[in-house]
């Protein structure tokens, strides 16, 4: 295991301990929505997989470590099945997985990544 991975297997175990998978519907009412960091540690990191890669990002950016949010599909025919993860230097942070792993070992679809720091615009994969 390199250090990176390691590093990024702490934050994901840090993340998934605290966090609570509950669908944006069932707990908001609506189908997507997006939640900051002080909002989601006062609801116990109760939200979906934007809430897990959003609290990922916040403590890789706590430890220096830049990062990216990748909008996939989990499913490569089906919009339905989008899904959000945490990029770092190939690495994958998904809530859907126990260990972090390389994005070339997943079977998603990749469609678009956000840049490194916040406020940059999104940016279009090609597979």
């Known amino acids: 295991m390199t250090v990176r991975e390691r590093d990024l297997q702490e934050i994901k175990n840090y993340v998934g301990w605290r966090f609570n998978y509950t669908s944006d519907q069932e707990q908001r009412g609506m189908p997507e929505h997006w939640v900051d960091m002080d909002e989601a540690a006062r609801k116990g990191f109760k939200d979906d997989c934007d809430g897990h890669a959003l609290a990922a990002r916040y403590q890789c950016r706590k430890v220096g470590i830049p990062s990216r949010l990748v909008f996939c599909l989990t499913d490569k025919n089906d919009w339905n099945s989008g899904h959000l993860v945490l990029e770092v230097e190939g690495w994958i942070i998904d ?28 940016h279009e994969i090609t597979n």
Not at 97 to 118: A, E
């Open 95 to 122: 809530n859907l997985s126990t260990w972090v792993c390389l994005r070339d070992d997943l079977d998603y679809k990749w469609i678009s990544c956000s840049g490194f720091n916040k406020g940059d615009p999104w």
